[in-house]
């Protein structure tokens, strides 16, 4: 005999299992690194790159200096599709020899490892461990919990670079390199004060203390809630609640579909936006060289900056 409520309820179960298991396979869509995956500085496997193939995370090696006698690398993110594979994000602390590895723990665990196997860095989560990480197509690695939500990821701990898509909130810094090849921390900054300023300092080390401001958009509010974003048509501009105040990018940054974007603290304390014809693009544009072109610096005039600051009384080093 049928019992047509027990036949109904059980069919319901097992249709909100199926939704439910549908709705969880689509939010780790996104997850390309599985639990005790690993990559080793120096190995030949690759790094993991995101979906596009536009960006990838893993060691890229640094250029020999007179002083190394072995090679190091750094653990980064770059553009992968261009010739020169520029880094927009890394763990400039630490080059490490051939041989460290970077780990996705089966504790879900993102660790970086020296040779012998010590724990260099790990970043700090938030709600415990990950199920997973993705090289995201936007140039942004993340780590994913089972919830589907991202416990790290390299857009809210910038080093010199942000990315359409990515902004800094108030609190957050953008530090320029030593040089065009020593990826360790410089003597400029870039922040997004808690204050609702965006200033750009000289800075002392080790004490990471500020000089006076060379360039600010002196944007201060009583209850501010600012951020400086940087959109998906590669514009970087100012913005507070929901109002955007302040245009740091005024030029034609060119179509996202031609060209790749990035903005960046440059070794010399000049913000930069930058464009780089995409592969098609390029190929297909009569003389147009595949370069990184600068569209607008900020300062304009890095000279009348310094000389500003010096005239105000502050310290220039």
């Known amino acids: 005999m049928a019992f047509p409520s027990l036949q109904f309820?059980?069919?319901?179960?097992?249709?909100?299992?199926?939704?439910?298991?549908?709705?969880?396979?689509?939010?780790?869509?996104?997850?390309?690194?599985?639990?005790?995956s690993s990559l080793s500085a120096g190995d030949t496997s690759g790094p993991w790159s995101s979906p596009s193939g536009e960006f990838a995370f893993g060691f890229s090696r640094l250029e020999r200096s007179a002083s190394d006698n072995e090679d190091l690398f750094l653990l980064a993110i770059w553009f992968n599709k261009i010739?020169?594979?520029?880094?927009?994000w890394s763990k400039n602390e630490?080059?490490?020899?051939?041989?460290?590895?970077?780990?996705?723990?089966?504790?879900?665990?993102?660790?970086?490892?020296?040779?012998?196997?010590?724990e260099i860095w790990r970043p700090q989560t938030n709600n415990g461990g990950s199920s997973c990480a993705a090289m995201l197509n936007s140039g942004n690695f993340v780590l994913i919990n089972g919830d589907s939500n991202y416990?790290?990821?390299?857009?809210?701990?910038?080093?010199?670079?942000?990315?359409?898509?990515?902004?800094?909130?108030?609190?957050?810094?953008?530090?320029?390199?030593?040089?065009?090849?020593?990826y360790t921390k410089g003597k400029f900054r870039l922040s997004m004060q808690g204050d609702g300023?965006?200033?750009?300092?000289s800075i002392v080390w080790p004490s990471e203390h500020p000089n006076v401001a060379y360039w600010a958009t002196s944007t201060v509010r009583s209850n501010p809630d600012s951020q400086l974003v940087f959109d998906e048509a590669g514009y970087v501009y100012l913005k507070q609640g929901k109002e955007n105040i302040r245009n740091i990018t005024k030029k034609d940054m060119g179509s996202p579909q031609e060209f790749y974007?990035?903005?960046?603290?440059?070794?010399?304390?000049?913000?930069?936006?930058?464009?780089?014809?995409?592969k098609n693009y390029a190929?297909?544009?009569?003389?147009?060289?595949?370069?990184?072109?600068?569209?607008?610096n900020t300062p304009e005039d890095m000279c009348s900056a310094i000389l500003g600051d010096l005239g105000s009384g502050g310290l220039w080093i």
């Not at 990315?163 to 065009?180: D, H, V």
């Open 9 to 36: 309820n059980s069919l319901l179960i097992v249709s909100v299992f199926l939704l439910f298991s549908a709705l969880f396979a689509a939010g780790q869509s996104e997850c390309t690194v599985k639990l005790s």
């Open 151 to 182: 416990t790290w990821e390299s857009f809210k701990e910038p080093t010199d670079t942000i990315l359409p898509g990515q902004s800094l909130t108030m609190g957050a810094n953008l530090y320029s390199r030593q040089s065009e090849r020593n």
């Open 197 to 201: 300023n965006l200033v750009l300092y």
């Open 83 to 88: 010739p020169e594979k520029t880094i927009v």
């Open 261 to 278: 974007h990035m903005a960046r603290i440059d070794y010399d304390g000049v913000f930069r936006s930058y464009n780089h014809p995409r």
């Open 283 to 296: 190929a297909d544009a009569k003389g147009c060289t595949s370069a990184w072109s600068i569209v607008q």
């Open 94 to 118: 630490y080059s490490v020899p051939q041989g460290s590895k970077v780990q996705l723990t089966n504790e879900g665990q993102l660790i970086l490892y020296n040779p012998q196997g010590k």
